[in-house]
C-alpha cells in the first residue's frame, strides 16, 4: 500500500530528529529553521507482536514485517501559503501525503532556539493549521469561480459542486479546517478530489523533555494539546524525540532495558507509527507457511481478491477462494491443522471482507 504520513511542524519543534529517529535515514537535523528543505522520505517496519508469535508457530525460514511511509517536511512559518519560508514548497509537499503527524513541541530549552521566541504550542498549531486553511481557501475561491456561472444556469453538476464549495469557503473563512465539514456521502466523494490539505486526516505529536516522556501527566502544554485535539476528534502521541534517537539506536533486550529503566512501556515511535497506520484506515493480514511468515498492509474495507492481488495481480486474476483462519483461532489451534479441526479454517469467497489478523491462503488458478 503506496500511503504516507507526512511530518510537519514549525522549524525546531524536533521534526527532523524525530525522523531520523524513526528511519534511521540520517535526516540532516539542527538548530536553525529549513534545514529540511526538500522532503525526506523513509522507510519503517510496522512492530506487530502477532508476527512475532506466528513466527515462534510456524517456524519459518524467514520473516518479513509489512512497512509503512513517513515523510519529512521542512519547517512552516507563518505566511507560507503566501510564500514565506519557501512555503509553497512545503504546502506542495503535504498535500503529497496522505495523513498529517503535526508534531508540537511542549519543552522548554533555552538552547534551541523557537521561531516565534516563546513556546506555547496552541499558537504553534493554529499557526500551521491557519496557513494550511488559507491554502485550502485559495484552491476553493478557483473551484468557485469556474462554477458559479453554470450554478446560476441551474446546471445540476454545477449546482451540486458550488453548494459544497461554499461550504468549505465558510468553514475556512472561521478557521475551521475542512474534516470538520460536515458532508453526504456523496459530497465526501467530490472533497476527496479537491485534495485539500486540511481534509487529510491528523495526529498530533506533542514532543516533551526527557524528564516527562514516562509521565507527561504534569506537563502543562500536553494538556492543552489533548484539549486542542479532543475538539477535533485527533488522537496525541507523546514523545521524546531526543530519547526515541538513542532507543532507536538499540536492539533486542537492550531496547527492553533501557524502555524500563525509563518507565516506559513502549517507545513513542512504535505508538506513532501504529497510530499513523491506523490514522490512514490500514490493516494487517498474514500468509504464513515453512518458507515464510509476512505481514501485507491493506486498506479496512478491501475484499479478499483486492487482498490478493497485493501479494500479485495473478492471485487476483485468477482468485478462487481464500482459505481463512483468524489469528487468535490459529494461536489458540497451535497449528494449522489442528485449527481446521476444530471447525476453525474457513473458505470465503469474492465477496469476503478481509479482517484485521486474518492469516489467509489465497487458493488461484491462472
Known amino acids: 500500500?503506496?500511503?504516507?504520513?507526512?511530518?510537519?511542524g514549525l522549524p525546531n519543534v524536533g521534526k527532523s530528529t524525530l525522523f531520523n529517529a524513526i528511519t534511521q535515514a540520517g535526516a540532516e537535523s539542527a538548530n536553525y529553521p529549513f534545514c529540511t528543505?526538500?522532503?525526506n522520505v523513509g522507510i519503517v517496519e510496522v512492530p506487530d507482536e502477532r508476527l512475532q508469535r506466528l513466527t515462534e508457530l510456524v517456524k519459518p525460514k524467514k520473516t518479513v514485517?509489512?512497512?509503512?511511509?513517513?515523510t519529512d517536511i521542512a519547517g512552516i512559518v507563518k505566511g507560507a501559503s503566501k510564500g514565506e519560508g519557501l512555503g509553497n514548497k512545503f504546502l506542495s509537499h503535504i498535500r503529497q501525503v496522505d495523513a498529517i503527524c503535526h508534531v508540537v513541541r511542549c519543552f522548554a530549552d533555552d538552547n534551541i532556539t523557537h521561531v516565534s521566541g516563546k513556546v506555547d504550542p496552541i499558537s504553534d498549531i493554529e499557526t500551521i493549521n491557519l496557513e494550511?486553511?488559507?491554502a485550502d481557501l485559495e484552491t476553493v475561491d478557483k473551484r468557485i469561480d469556474r462554477v458559479a456561472k453554470l450554478a446560476k444556469q441551474k446546471e445540476k453538476t454545477a449546482v451540486f459542486e458550488h453548494e459544497i464549495l461554499v461550504k468549505l469557503k465558510e468553514a475556512f473563512e472561521s478557521e475551521k479546517p475542512a474534516r470538520s465539514v460536515e458532508l453526504t456521502e456523496e459530497q465526501l466523494k467530490y472533497v476527496k478530489q479537491l485534495h485539500l490539505l486540511t481534509f487529510k486526516p491528523i495526529l498530533y505529536v506533542a514532543n516533551v523533555s526527557e524528564e516527562e516522556v514516562a509521565d507527561p501527566s504534569d506537563n502543562e502544554y500536553v494538556g492543552l494539546v489533548?484539549?486542542?485535539a479532543a475538539a477535533e476528534n485527533a488522537e496525541v502521541i507523546?514523545?521524546?524525540?531526543?530519547?526515541?534517537?538513542?532507543i532507536a539506536e538499540l536492539e533486542g533486550e537492550e531496547k527492553e532495558m533501557f524502555l524500563e529503566e525509563l518507565g516506559i512501556e513502549e517507545s513513542g515511535l512504535d505508538q506513532l507509527i501504529k497510530a499513523s497506520y491506523n490514522l490512514l484506515g490500514l490493516a494487517t493480514y498474514f500468509t504464513a507457511g515453512e518458507q515464510e511468515v509476512r505481514a501485507w498492509t491493506f486498506k479496512k474495507g478491501m475484499k479478499?481478491?483486492?487482498c490478493a492481488a497485493i501479494i500479485h495481480t495473478d492471485f487476483e486474476r485468477g482468485f478462487i477462494r481464500a482459505e481463512t483462519v483468524s489469528y487468535d483461532d490459529l494461536l489458540a489451534a497451535k497449528t494449522m491443522g489442528a485449527a481446521r479441526e476444530a471447525g476453525k479454517v474457513r473458505l470465503e469467497g469474492k465477496e469476503y471482507i478481509v479482517q484485521d489478523g486474518?492469516?489467509?491462503h489465497f487458493r488461484f488458478n491462472v
Do not use: H, N, W, Y
Not at 1 to 8: D, E, F, K, R, S
Not at 65 to 70: D, I, K
Open 1 to 8: 500500500m503506496a500511503l504516507t504520513a507526512g511530518i510537519v
Open 37 to 39: 528543505i526538500d522532503p
Open 65 to 70: 514485517p509489512t512497512a509503512f511511509e513517513f
Open 132 to 134: 494550511l486553511i488559507l
Open 226 to 228: 489533548r484539549e486542542f
Open 238 to 246: 507523546v514523545v521524546c524525540a531526543k530519547i526515541e534517537s538513542e
Open 304 to 306: 479478499a481478491p483486492q
Open 358 to 360: 486474518d492469516v489467509i
